[in-house]
């Protein structure tokens, strides 16, 4: 007899081997095989849990709101992690409460838009004909004006508070997500199931809600993250031209904008909210991508 | 003499596009009685499918046209039911069962959702009476109850046809549209599926239009045969009228195109040409270009509907009076 070790296969390893994956294992799988959709997971993480749990870090309104003039412009550290800034309040309290109000009106707005273009959408891409034209001619020439453009129009004309801000944003992104969403209301529009939920008496809300976007949420949810990120973008881009977030209360791109005066001297006064800024979109742009490469795996680049 | 569920009468359809006029239907008649079958039998674009969809009052509406004729279901023209009432009816007093179960089924819905959705549309039920009605129907057509949590992608071909019968049935419907509905499987599975078709059918005393091109399904489950050709109904009578006393050419030449199982050696006849284009039908019978028999009428006029006995009518000009053609034809036939 040889000495050979007989590798002995168990039942369990083969089931395990030929057992059928379910659609969700599949995705599941793809997206934790992308390292770079990880890496985003990852960072976005950490930014959502410091700025949901900002108050275990630093106090509002001592940290990040009250004047301490005799610790103002001090550089990073230990005490203050990323220094003060020109008042002596703490930069990153300020970041962590900012960042707070950054995602909270982001998202906010991203739903906003999701829920009135994605409406739309499944109108125009469900019922077809006039309604169509009419609402994706109304939808172009949303998109002829820059998006940054609009949300500042509209928040001129309105007023600077959150709530114009949130529509803003909002109302700027809907053609977006309009579009995806009719696209992919078409592809599902003829399928034999949707013609079957006809014959069994379903009314068309029911059909377009529990047999149509149904089936067309893995684009939906790609166009979320990366609407989020934009709108995050468009947030800080107000603020930094004083149409957003009034100060003192903090936000990135205020934070930014006040911090120009002395960024000669005291750079990280810009770094750390301009990373901030970098980081989360950077981590949902990723995560994004990775999102869309796992829910859609023909699109192989 | 039974209650008629569905009575058809001269019904005309046409699709319209920017150009052209498709006519899919032209002046068919069509009756079926309470717990009967009938199988409308006829080549690809004949108008089997249209036919039913229009029962469904589901034609799209943008595209076609109803210029004539009646739907008559269960006592009320469907053609002319507004949408709220058509949607009542669907699912409820007839339903559907479509060709690909494959893709008939909504694959983000558990089964037992789907089943339980038509049984929610019309009747008053809780979630909970609505999911175990569901587990019943399962059971009904031999799956597992507890099957019903799973998804579309985790049953066989076999089984997901079995799942659109129980919801087809959920609501103990009066008329069945089967839409060539053992197409998509296999042989072994289709034997099963009709049989399981043939028996629920009996259990609930449901009337069927079995839509097919296969006539061993034919002679399996129905009780009455119309054939179709380009819209028009050439041929109809019961099983043994169409099967041992077949009238019509093409009736014959469906016949000659199959198999045959005592004669392995005969060749197969088919039907010379293909079915017309439904744009420009041909003028007179839209056989006739294909017709072995074709008589100078043939092609000048429609032929009148002949008699041959009390459930048996064909339309052809072979049978207008004693010609020699006809001769010739049943001296064959004979």
């Known amino acids: 007899m040889t000495d050979t070790v007989v590798k002995r296969v168990t039942r369990k390893e083969i089931l395990k081997k030929y057992k059928k994956k379910t659609p969700a294992q599949e995705i599941l799988g793809r997206f934790l095989a992308n390292r770079l959709a990880i890496v985003g997971i990852i960072i976005f993480a950490a930014i959502l849990f410091t700025c949901v749990f900002a108050d275990l870090f630093a106090n509002y309104q001592i940290d990040a709101l009250k004047m301490n003039v005799p610790e103002r412009l001090q550089g990073p550290s230990a005490k203050h992690l990323f220094g003060t800034d020109e008042m002596g309040r703490d930069v990153f309290a300020r970041v962590i409460f900012g960042g707070r109000t950054s995602l909270w009106i982001g998202f906010v707005a991203t739903a906003f838009s999701l829920l009135v273009g994605g409406l739309l959408g499944a109108v125009a891409g469900y019922f077809g004909g006039k309604f169509d034209e009419i609402i994706m001619r109304i939808m172009d020439v949303m998109l002829c004006l820059p998006e940054i453009l609009l949300a500042i129009a509209i928040v001129a004309a309105f007023g600077t508070n959150i709530v114009n801000m949130i529509v803003a944003i909002g109302l700027s992104r809907v053609p977006r997500f309009a579009r995806i969403v009719r696209s992919a209301v078409l592809t599902v529009r003829d399928t034999d199931y949707v013609e079957a939920a006809r014959a069994i008496g379903a009314t068309n809300s029911v059909i377009i809600v529990r047999h149509v976007l149904a089936n067309c949420l893995a684009p939906i949810i790609v166009q979320v993250t990366l609407i989020f990120a934009s709108a995050i973008l468009a947030i800080s881009s107000l603020s930094f031209l004083g149409l957003g977030v009034q100060p003192p209360a903090p936000e990135w791109g205020n934070m930014l904008s006040s911090g120009r005066q002395n960024m000669r001297e005291h750079a990280y006064l810009v770094i750390a909210p301009g990373m901030a800024i970098f980081l989360s979109i950077f981590s949902l742009n990723l995560l994004g991508d990775g999102l869309r490469d796992a829910l859609d795996p023909r699109l192989k680049h | ?334």
């Open chain 2, 1 to 334: 003499m039974a209650d008629k569920i569905l009575e058809i009468r001269d019904l005309v359809i046409q699709y319209t596009s920017d150009k052209d006029v498709v006519h899919a239907v032209n002046t068919i008649d069509l009756d079926i009685e309470e717990g009967k079958t009938l199988g409308l039998v006829g080549e690809t674009g004949a108008g089997k499918t249209t036919t039913a969809l229009s029962v469904l009052g589901l034609l799209p509406k943008q595209q076609s046209r109803v210029p004539q004729g009646t739907v008559m279901l269960n006592g009320r023209n469907v053609l002319t039911l507004p949408e709220q009432e058509l949607r009542k009816i669907r699912g409820n007093t007839v339903s559907m069962i479509f060709q690909d179960p494959m893709s008939s089924l909504n694959p983000v819905m558990t089964v037992g959702d789907q089943i339980a959705e038509v049984v929610k549309i019309h009747e008053k039920l809780s979630d909970r009476e609505a999911l175990q009605r569901a587990k019943e129907m399962l059971e009904t057509v031999g799956i597992p109850g507890d099957r019903s949590v799973e998804y579309p992608h985790q049953f066989s071909g076999g089984m997901k046809q079995r799942v659109l019968i129980a919801m087809a049935l959920a609501c103990n419907p009066k008329l069945l549209l089967a839409d060539e509905p053992t197409t998509a499987l296999d042989v072994t599975i289709q034997a099963q599926v009709l049989e399981l078709m043939r028996g629920l059918k009996k259990k609930f005393n449901t009337a069927m239009l079995m839509i097919t091109h296969d006539f061993g399904i034919v002679a399996e489950v129905c009780d009455e045969v119309s054939v179709m050709y380009a819209g028009h109904i050439v041929e109809h009578g019961t099983l043994e009228d169409v099967f041992d006393h077949k009238r019509h050419p093409y009736t014959q030449g469906l016949f000659d195109s199959l198999p045959n199982i005592d004669d392995r050696r005969s060749k197969l006849k088919p039907i010379k040409g293909s079915t017309p284009d439904p744009v420009n039908l041909p003028s007179g019978c839209p056989f006739h270009p294909r017709c072995e028999y074709c008589m100078e009428k043939c092609s000048k006029s429609f032929p009148e509907k002949r008699q041959i006995n009390d459930t048996h009518y064909v339309y052809c000009h072979l049978y207008d009076e004693t010609s020699e053609d006809q001769l010739k034809y049943t001296e064959q036939e004979g």
